[in-house]
């Protein structure tokens, strides 16, 4: 069982009769769901994964000490740890990693500070330039399975993609960096014969290809552990996970180099093809780079335009 169904029925069968026995009266303020760190929010995890950090639990959000007071918030947390502690052959731990506590009673404020460093996820435009993508994957994954006081789920709405106009800064600088390193650089390192930088060049093709498919898709990348299992799920361009693998394992000694380079072109071209389909470039080539300047050029915000086109890679 997957470690979100694991949650859920923990919920059911214990968290659920809790809360309405021992607080209805916060049963209006409160939202409960797993999300947040960990394969099992992604829906990622698998029998190795139940190696660590993994058990049954589920997350209480609580609203500010106004409306939830802090008295109320340690006698839910009290009410929590005092719920069985197996569940389904699964031990629940008395863990504190890093960065506090995954499951149980949570400020929905904490919450969203820690993962975007605002209460509300309300960020500013350099805020959204230079927050960690996994971070804002990490806000907005998992499932809320209710939300009465609608507040959870009103902030990861606002949160569940990028805004327009950053989309497209990242998108144009994730495509030139495809275009220096796939169209351009990988070549000439091979000419030079320094194939250990000619791998570096594939790698950065693939790290930023990667980007673009994300991007063009609407959706955050996870954690890079996670990476291409959340690329195989994604409704556009999720057959190039395949391709991404063969350019990272392979080698770039004779007729491959040359095979390697027939590869990311097609890729290139598989992302224009996105690109004009979204009508996001009005370039007419095959050329990542000046795809990536139209891109940059369809930006409403002047200020965002005007920045460098790396500024959000």
């Given at each position: 069982m997957r470690g979100l169904e694991l949650s859920?029925?923990?919920?059911e069968e214990y968290g659920r009769p809790m809360l309405e026995e021992q607080f209805p009266e916060v049963l209006p303020y409160l939202a409960v769901g797993l999300c947040g760190s960990g394969s099992e929010c992604f829906g990622y995890d698998d029998d190795i994964s139940s190696d660590h950090d993994f058990e049954p639990g589920f997350c209480l959000f609580l609203p500010d000490e106004e409306t939830v007071d802090r008295r109320t918030a340690f006698?839910?947390?009290?009410a929590y740890a005092k719920l069985p502690k197996e569940f389904m052959g699964h031990r629940r731990s008395l863990m504190n990693p890093v960065g506090g506590a995954r499951h149980g009673a949570l400020r929905t404020a904490d919450f969203f500070r820690d993962?975007?460093?605002?209460?509300?996820?309300q960020l500013t435009l350099e805020e959204w330039l230079r927050i960690p993508e996994e971070s804002l994957a990490e806000a907005v994954n998992g499932e809320?399975?209710?939300?009465?006081?609608?507040e959870v789920t009103a902030i990861r709405q606002s949160l569940s993609c990028y805004p327009e106009d950053i989309r497209l800064k990242k998108l144009a600088g994730h495509l030139l960096l495809m275009g220096q390193?796939?169209?351009y650089n990988y070549?000439?390192?091979?000419?030079?014969?320094e194939h250990g930088a000619a791998q570096l060049a594939v790698y950065e093709f693939v790290k930023s290809a990667m980007e673009v498919i994300f991007l063009l898709n609407r959706r955050y990348q996870p954690y890079y552990k996670w990476s291409f299992r959340a690329l195989r799920e994604l409704p556009v361009l999720s057959l190039e996970a395949e391709l991404?693998?063969?350019?990272?394992?392979?080698?770039?000694?004779?007729?491959?180099?040359e095979e390697k380079y027939n590869v990311m072109e097609g890729i290139a071209s598989d992302a224009i093809d996105v690109l004009k389909d979204q009508k996001l470039s009005e370039a007419v080539c095959s050329d990542l780079?000046?795809?990536?300047?139209?891109?940059?050029?369809?930006?409403?915000?002047?200020?965002?335009?005007?920045?460098?086109i790396l500024a959000a890679v």
């Open positions: 859920r029925a923990y919920f006698l839910l947390e009290r993962k975007t460093g605002d209460e509300k996820g809320i399975w209710f939300d009465n006081f609608g390193s796939g169209q070549q000439r390192c091979i000419s030079h014969g991404f693998e063969y350019l990272l394992t392979t080698d770039n000694d004779g007729d491959i180099s780079e000046k795809h990536a300047y139209s891109v940059n050029d369809g930006i409403q915000d002047h200020a965002v335009r005007n920045l460098h």
